[in-house]
């Protein structure tokens, strides 16, 4: 079983910066790709970024240009650094691990809990 545990969020003013941490523990795969995804009040849960095993990387339209997803495998710990942050970015954002590269919530298996992150203009 996997543990994910989401930290770095908070309130931001909008053009600001915040950066994401996801630690993993339980039975972690090297070959296992992990993801960020994101829910607003009354959205569905929607993809951000992703980053497989071998550090290829995947954003949304929306996250491309402004996010950066990286993972340092020997501290079982991926990080999200967001800039230039709009008050559309605002949202729960989740940390998730799965055996596929994809880009729905259905190819990840392990989720963490959430860290709420607000944009303000």
């Known amino acids: 079983q996997v543990q994910l545990v989401e930290s770095g969020g908070g309130e931001v003013q909008a053009g600001g910066s915040l950066r994401l941490s996801c630690a993993a523990s339980g039975r972690i795969f090297g070959t296992d790709a992990m993801a960020w995804f994101r829910q607003a009040p009354g959205k569905e849960r929607e993809f951000v970024a992703a980053?497989?095993?071998?550090?290829?990387?995947r954003y949304s339209e929306a996250g491309k240009g402004r996010f950066t997803v990286s993972r340092d495998n020997y501290r079982d710990t991926m990080l999200l650094q967001m800039n230039s942050l709009k008050a559309e970015d605002t949202a729960v954002y989740y940390c998730?691990?799965?055996?596929?590269?994809?880009?729905?919530?259905?190819?990840?298996?392990?989720w963490g809990q959430g860290t709420q992150v607000t944009v303000s203009s």
């Open positions: 998730a691990r799965g055996g596929t590269w994809g880009t729905v919530p259905s190819d990840y298996d392990s």
């Open positions: 980053i497989s095993w071998s550090d290829r990387l």
